[in-house]
């Protein structure tokens, strides 16, 4: 038994029960094989901006006893199709059919992906991975604990990305945005919609100045002016501890959720991760010794050797990134938000990062 490929009109489906159909898994994974999928067991599902299916199929063929998990991503069911014309799935599914190879052989830990489908009518993008909670991975949550020692390992991970994809050249695809500078021209929601935000009671312990939604979009397009002659890389974008993995020997830490990967700045990534994955008390206790050891990581990957001390000054500037993507966050737990919110908020005073970029 042979099965052609999916059609062009049929490559990401936005349907639920069309990516879960065994004949359509079938054309997409298995297309020239004599094995066919003969069942979905649907394990797992989560949906959000993007919906998550982990499922265990069942196979004919090759082996008619094998099962194997999968883990779908896409923009599915009619809720999410408000998000098509962002292009999110459509960039991390490219990431994934570009980038992943070359950086995974430059020792970045991303799922291995078994489909990427871009509907060209669209720009909907599917990804089928492995299912890594099956293979014994441990996803976190974003506010699962994080320990200086995780810290370590995902900063190096960052330092891999930020290195090989500036050495490769891979950060110059052009489908890859400034988003950073993108923002500073136009705010990802409007100002009015910003300052309600700021104004539900998420920013109440901290100043004025963060809590003014005019000033806080202000001092992140002084932040993209001061970053825009800096060299630049690929950056993840969204890197809390929600988008990161354990390993299957929790030896090391991997990396998932593409869809904001940008050129940019590598202090974006690192100072969101720092000020969002730990909690008040380990950042301010342990960010300095972290920034240097990924300085260090970066160096020694291949990546520009920066003065520490340069390294610190753009590190506490790019903290108001992170800070202004959960300002605008509205389709999160509100938990999840409130502490996030916290913790950048608190590290943006802490660092004195608004009068920093205003200076």
């Known amino acids: 038994m042979t099965s052609n490929p999916p059609l062009p009109s049929d490559l ?20 020239g094989q004599a094995v066919r999928v003969e069942a979905v067991e649907v394990v797992w599902t989560l949906s959000n901006t993007a919906t998550k299916i982990r499922a265990a199929l069942t196979l004919s063929g090759a082996d008619a006893e094998a099962t194997t998990g999968i883990c779908i991503k896409g923009l599915l069911g009619e809720q999410a199709q408000a998000y098509l014309a962002s292009g999110v799935s459509r960039k991390e599914a490219m990431f994934y059919r570009e980038l992943a190879g070359p950086l995974g052989e430059q020792g970045l830990l991303v799922p291995r992906t078994r489909y990427c489908g871009i509907d060209p009518a669209n720009d909907h993008g599917l990804i089928i991975m492995d299912d890594l909670v099956a293979a014994g991975c441990e996803f976190l949550s974003p506010l699962t604990p994080y320990t200086q020692d995780e810290a370590r390992c995902s900063l190096a991970q960052l330092a891999r990305l930020h290195a090989g994809s500036r050495k490769t050249g891979l950060c110059d695809r052009p489908w890859i945005e400034p988003m950073l500078d993108r923002i500073a021209e136009h705010s990802l929601v409007p100002l009015d919609r910003v300052q309600v935000l700021l104004e539900d009671s998420r920013s109440d312990a901290f100043p004025a100045a963060l809590r003014d939604a005019r000033r806080v979009h202000g001092a992140l397009a002084l932040l993209a002016e001061k970053f825009r002659n800096d060299p630049v890389c690929c950056v993840h974008g969204d890197a809390h501890a929600g988008n990161l993995f354990k390993t299957a020997d929790r030896q090391d830490i991997g990396v998932i959720d593409w869809q904001l990967i940008q050129r940019g700045h590598w202090a974006q990534d690192v100072a969101y991760h720092l000020g969002a994955a730990l909690s008040v008390e380990d950042r301010r206790r342990s960010e300095r010794a972290l920034l240097n050891h990924y300085l260090d990581r970066l160096g020694a990957h291949g990546g520009p050797r920066i003065d520490p001390e340069q390294g610190w000054t753009q590190y506490r500037m790019a903290m108001l990134y992170g800070y202004y993507l959960w300002a605008i966050t509205q389709r999160v737990d509100r938990p999840i938000i409130v502490e996030f919110i916290k913790r950048l908020g608190s590290a943006v005073v802490d660092l004195d990062s608004v009068q920093l970029v205003e200076s």
Not at 12 to 31: C, E, I, M, N
């Open 12 to 31: 990401a489906p936005t349907s639920v029960d069309q990516v879960l159909d065994p004949a359509w898994l079938t054309r997409a994974l298995y297309p």
